[in-house]
């Protein structure tokens, strides 16, 4: 009896911790964990061999640039605004890399908030919102910790990095301060490939934010003189991002000013149905936080189908890409706190994001199908269905799928559908043959 009345607690406390419209992920397309990259210092090696390294990996970092340095190791402002051109976030490192606890008010109004404007002013694509303190100085809880950590949120810096680890759950920050002294873990030369993987595999099994904190980069040669701290060659950095690479199914690769912002909205957020009717489900996302324009990173949500197929989703009435159908669920970003969300009723005719555009090639002389995905799944199966739902095409437990042709020889010309299914997922993709 006693089990019994457990489990129907259980249940209970279960349906409450969502609502019944559906869920919003706890990172980005319902990833495990975050990784953030982060770079000190603009030292010289990194301008010449980061941006590139992470741009052919598809992933993206974020710097924090010590603004004194910028010009003085000749990798100056342009060299700044490529590589936030290329998805990075600059973030603020001071202007000089002082010992924070030593300054003074006017001190620190130099080294904090005029290196946000200067920033700002020279890479004006992007708002800074993250900070990392030189020396890790600032976490404490002396009087001048707290006047650092006060000025940080006075001057719209949403979070900061420390340089020391903490812990690697989800639920890492409970109050608006805690985002102020984000654990990382510390990169060096001696660091192994297999002491780096297993902060990967801590961190998803965690469920929280990690970020990894690199120094000095150079080649072999040291070619950019980049010696100065806690060097990592290139040849071992290109090893630690195809390792974390080859985790992207698990861990949401992103900046430390996209990490921080999905966290603070998604603890903070609700989703409210706002109507029904027999074509369209209509519902709000919101949340607490009050500045809309620094809190606009998309969350993901997961919304419950209940057997309906839900053909297209808006917000505010402009279309939102459709990322996965999940036997139970439908996925796809919407931002809180600006506009309602609205899902219509129709066929499976969806453009999944693993499907990337034009990755589905039909050559119809020989009545092959080219597919290709942008993310690889692991033991697949593939299924091409006609409208009534009659399987015409299976094979089971591709190995490791990227990339695959069907025959369909023999098939008469229509719409099909494409359904490839993981332990986890099932996604779905109209097409015409
Ligand atoms: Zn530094």
């Given at each position: 009896?006693?089990?019994?009345?457990?489990?129907?607690?259980?249940?209970?406390?279960?349906?409450?911790?969502?609502?019944?419209?559906?869920?919003?992920?706890?990172?980005?397309d319902?990833?495990?964990?975050?990784?953030?990259?982060?770079?000190?210092?603009?030292?010289?090696g990194?301008?010449?061999?980061?941006?590139?390294?992470?741009?052919?990996?598809?992933i993206?970092?974020?710097?924090?640039?010590?603004?004194?340095?910028?010009?003085?190791?000749?990798?100056?402002?342009p060299?700044?605004?490529?590589?936030?051109?290329?998805g990075?976030?600059i973030?603020?490192?001071?202007?000089?890399?002082?010992?924070?606890?030593?300054?003074?008010?006017?001190?620190?109004?130099?080294?904090?908030?005029?290196?946000?404007?200067?920033?700002?002013?020279?890479?004006?694509?992007?708002?800074?919102v993250?900070?990392?303190?030189?020396?890790?100085?600032?976490?404490g809880?002396?009087?001048?910790?707290?006047?650092?950590?006060?000025?940080?949120?006075?001057?719209?810096?949403?979070?900061?990095?420390?340089?020391?680890?903490?812990?690697?759950?989800?639920?890492?920050?409970?109050?608006?301060?805690?985002?102020?002294?984000?654990?990382?873990?510390?990169m060096?030369?001696?660091?192994?490939i297999?002491?780096?993987?297993?902060?990967?595999?801590?961190?998803?099994?965690?469920?929280?934010?990690?970020?990894?904190?690199y120094?000095?980069?150079?080649?072999?040669?040291?070619?950019?003189?980049?010696?100065?701290?806690?060097?990592?060659?290139?040849?071992a950095?290109?090893?630690?991002?195809?390792?974390?690479?080859?985790?992207?199914?698990?861990?949401?690769?992103?900046?430390?000013?996209?990490?921080?912002?999905?966290?603070?909205?998604?603890?903070?957020?609700?989703?409210?149905?706002?109507?029904?009717?027999?074509?369209?489900?209509?519902?709000?996302?919101?949340?607490?936080?009050?500045?809309?324009?620094?809190?606009?990173?998309?969350?993901?949500?997961?919304?419950?189908?209940?057997?309906?197929?839900?053909?297209t989703?808006?917000?505010?009435?402009?279309?939102?890409?459709?990322?996965?159908?999940?036997?139970d669920?439908?996925?796809?970003h919407?931002?809180?706190?600006?506009?309602?969300?609205?899902?219509?009723?129709?066929?499976?005719?969806?453009?999944?994001?693993?499907?990337s555009?034009?990755?589905?090639?039909?050559?119809k002389?020989?009545?092959?199908?080219?597919?290709?995905?942008?993310?690889?799944?692991?033991?697949?199966?593939?299924?091409?269905?006609?409208?009534?739902?009659?399987?015409?095409?299976?094979?089971?437990?591709?190995?490791l799928?990227?990339?695959?042709?069907?025959?369909?020889?023999?098939?008469?010309?229509?719409?099909?559908?494409?359904?490839?299914?993981?332990?986890?997922?099932?996604?779905?993709?109209?097409?015409?043959?």
């Amino acid at each position: 009896m006693k089990n019994y009345l457990l489990l129907f607690v259980w249940l209970l406390s279960g349906f409450t911790a969502f609502s019944q419209i559906g869920e919003i992920c706890k990172w980005d397309d319902d990833k495990s964990a975050a990784v953030v990259l982060t770079f000190d210092d603009w030292s010289p090696g990194q301008q010449p061999i980061v941006p590139n390294e992470l741009k052919n990996r598809g992933i993206t970092a974020t710097f924090f640039i010590t603004t004194n340095l910028v010009a003085s190791w000749n990798h100056d402002w342009p060299t700044v605004v490529s590589t936030q051109a290329k998805g990075n976030e600059i973030g603020n490192h001071t202007y000089s890399h002082p010992h924070l606890l030593t300054l003074s008010t006017l001190q620190l109004d130099t080294q904090i908030t005029q290196v946000k404007a200067a920033i700002e002013t020279h890479v004006p694509l992007q708002k800074v919102v993250s900070f990392a303190y030189p020396f890790g100085e600032g976490v404490g809880s002396t009087s001048k910790d707290l006047e650092i950590r006060a000025l940080l949120k006075a001057t719209g810096h949403i979070g900061a990095r420390s340089v020391s680890a903490s812990n690697y759950t989800y639920n890492f920050a409970t109050t608006d301060d805690d985002y102020y002294k984000i654990m990382t873990y510390t990169m060096s030369g001696s660091v192994s490939i297999s002491t780096f993987e297993n902060q990967l595999t801590q961190i998803i099994s965690g469920g929280g934010l990690l970020t990894i904190l690199y120094h000095s980069i150079d080649d072999a040669n040291n070619s950019h003189g980049d010696t100065w701290f806690n060097q990592v060659k290139q040849t071992a950095l290109q090893q630690q991002l195809d390792t974390l690479v080859s985790y992207k199914d698990k861990v949401w690769i992103t900046t430390f000013g996209q990490a921080v912002k999905y966290h603070k909205e998604r603890n903070c957020a609700t989703l409210n149905l706002l109507g029904t009717t027999s074509t369209t489900m209509t519902f709000s996302l919101s949340d607490t936080l009050s500045n809309n324009t620094v809190y606009n990173q998309p969350l993901s949500l997961k919304i419950f189908r209940n057997g309906i197929n839900y053909s297209t989703v808006t917000q505010n009435g402009i279309s939102v890409a459709v990322d996965t159908v999940l036997n139970d669920s439908i996925m796809f970003h919407a931002v809180p706190d600006a506009g309602d969300i609205v899902l219509t009723v129709g066929d499976l005719g969806i453009n999944a994001a693993l499907f990337s555009s034009e990755n589905i090639r039909i050559n119809k002389d020989n009545s092959v199908i080219n597919i290709q995905l942008s993310t690889s799944m692991k033991n697949a199966n593939v299924s091409v269905l006609d409208l009534s739902g009659k399987e015409i095409y299976k094979k089971s437990s591709v190995g490791l799928l990227d990339h695959l042709q069907i025959d369909l020889s023999g098939v008469s010309s229509g719409i099909y559908l494409l359904r490839i299914k993981s332990d986890e997922k099932t996604y779905t993709k109209k097409f015409s043959y």
